[in-house]
């Protein structure tokens, strides 16, 4: 069959969506199941692709699911749809931060071959990146199909040991967050020395605009990057010293542990 089926058609879906449907796959081979009507008839509309109110509806009419809802609604979702998946058995993708697959399998029925993914909102620019772990029952194929579908969204790593999935989500799932706080905080600077509102937030949004894309594009790492911008007794060099005074790095690794708390927290809060 080859149809996805999206349950759930909300922003993280429709970036997915967004990424798929020119020239990856055919609109026709995707299914969306989402409540909210002016969400379904945008994603129709924008798309092309087959929508519904109803989830079974969608369900039935694919072989790979994507659970894109909540995680405080994902158990009731998968409880509901458990009679289709064990008639059926799909492969089934969860973007879901903090669900297990254990989890998921036991919602589902048992038995299931089950995707734990981890993208981000950078995938609405085909930019993302996607964190993903397979359950036993996954093979070969499946691990394909699931990256060529995540694949539209950016790149893909796989992680072998599940439990790293909630670092995964602190890292990279939360962390475009992180970066627009950074570029809050630098316009924010830039207005305090004088600088107008646009003039700083074009300077700001353009520079991590770059030094993203100098990350990803040279061969070198973001330390040696940073060297190279910082003349001895320097700008760059002052700046940084602030920083590394002020304890930038206990201060990024306090934060992102919280986030993988969390995500922990969410797991245990909706079994
Ligand atoms: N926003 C982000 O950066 C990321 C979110 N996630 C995960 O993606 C999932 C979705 O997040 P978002 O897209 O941000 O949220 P969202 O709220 O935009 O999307 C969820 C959608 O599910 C729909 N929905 C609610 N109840 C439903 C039901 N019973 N059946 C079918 N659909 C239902 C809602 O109407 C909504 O459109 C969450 O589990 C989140 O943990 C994962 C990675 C990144
Ligand atoms: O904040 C959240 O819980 C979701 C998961 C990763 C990004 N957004």
Request: hydrophobic share 45%.
């Amino acid at each position: 069959m080859d149809n996805i089926a999206f349950i759930g058609g909300g922003n993280m879906a429709r970036s997915l969506i967004g990424g798929l449907v020119p020239g990856r796959v055919a609109a026709a081979s995707l299914h969306v199941a989402e409540p909210v009507d002016a969400l379904r008839d945008a994603l129709a509309r924008d798309f092309g692709v087959h929508v519904s109110p109803d989830n079974a509806t969608a369900a039935r009419a694919a072989d790979t699911w994507v659970l894109g809802v909540k995680p405080q609604v994902l158990r009731e979702v998968c409880e509901a749809l458990s009679p289709i998946a064990q008639g059926s058995r799909p492969l089934i993708v969860s973007i879901a931060a903090g669900i297990t697959t254990a989890q998921l399998d036991r919602w589902l029925g048992g038995r299931m071959a089950i995707v734990r993914a981890m993208p981000n909102t950078p995938a609405l620019v085909g930019a993302g990146v996607t964190g993903l772990f397979a359950n036993a029952r996954v093979h070969a194929q499946q691990r394909e199909r699931t990256q060529h579908l995540l694949n539209a969204a950016g790149r893909t790593v796989w992680i072998d040991d599940e439990a790293r999935m909630d670092a995964v989500t602190a890292v990279s799932g939360s962390g475009p967050a992180y970066v627009f706080l950074l570029a809050e905080a630098m316009q924010a600077a830039g207005e305090a020395e004088g600088l107008s509102p646009d003039a700083a937030r074009v300077l700001a949004y353009q520079t991590i605009l770059g030094a993203g894309r100098m990350l990803c594009e040279s061969d070198v790492d973001a330390a040696e990057l940073r060297r190279r911008v910082t003349s001895p007794n320097g700008t760059t060099h002052a700046a940084v010293q602030s920083f590394e005074a002020d304890g930038f790095r206990a201060l990024v690794q306090r934060a992102v542990h919280a986030a993988a708390v969390r995500g922990k927290e969410l797991s245990d809060a909706n079994d």
